[in-house]
């Protein structure tokens, strides 16, 4: 799994962070994603997707490999 996010459409939802807080973050000056862990552990797979499928903006990506 190979994850990023687009930084120039991000809602600053912050909706990430809630599900996988190991793989995104946010920055402090306006709260854009940032993506902490491009290749997170399998264990994490299920809720890196879960944040991708309820990102508002569709920011965030994932690549399977």
């Known amino acids: 799994m190979k994850v990023t996010a687009d930084q120039d459409i991000c809602a600053s939802s912050g909706q990430c962070v809630g599900f996988a807080p190991a793989v995104f973050d946010q920055r402090d000056e306006d709260g ?4 902490l862990d491009h290749n997170p552990p399998a264990g994490l797979a299920d ?3 879960e944040a991708a499928r309820t990102c508002p903006s569709g920011a965030i990506k994932i690549v399977e490999e």
């Open 32 to 35: 854009v994603v940032v993506v």
């Open 47 to 49: 809720t890196v997707r």
